[in-house]
Nanobody, 115 residues
Framework: QVRVVESGGGSVQAGGSLRLSCAAS????????MAWYRQAPGKERELVAS???????TYSDSVKGRFTISRDYPRTMVFLRMDSLETSDTGVYYC?????????WGRGTQVTVSS
């Protein structure tokens, strides 16, 4: 059974930091390209960052230099370190976990950045 659970969201002021965690079980984590997406109110879900099985990272232009994605193979977890948060980073953050031909999502974790 596949299980994807995000945690670590919260409310912070602009300029602050948060670290999101994603625990993924029941997938072939060793080969999966894991990713974080976010969805702001009234907007479509967008890709924030991804990390391949080999550790190659990609970021959206809006978070490059501020966010860092990482993964822990033994614990099958993915993290998103978010620094210098801006009000535009507000939204629900989702962990994307592919497993061969299927895709799984968690329920998301809310991030709210106030000015």
């Amino acid at each position: 059974q596949v299980r994807v659970v995000e945690s670590g969201g919260g409310s912070v002021q602009a300029g602050g930091s948060l670290r999101l965690s994603c625990a993924a079980s029941g997938i072939n984590f060793k080969i999966a390209t894991m990713a974080w997406y976010r969805q702001a109110p009234g907007k479509e879900r967008e890709l924030v960052a991804s990390i391949t099985s080999g550790g190659m990272r990609t970021y959206s232009d809006s978070v490059k230099g501020r966010f860092t994605i990482s993964r822990d193979y033994p614990r099958t977890m993915v993290f998103l370190r978010m620094d210098s948060l801006e009000t535009s980073d507000t939204g629900v953050y989702y962990c994307h976990a592919p497993n061969y031909s299927r895709t799984y999502w968690g329920r998301g974790t809310q991030v709210t950045v106030s000015s």
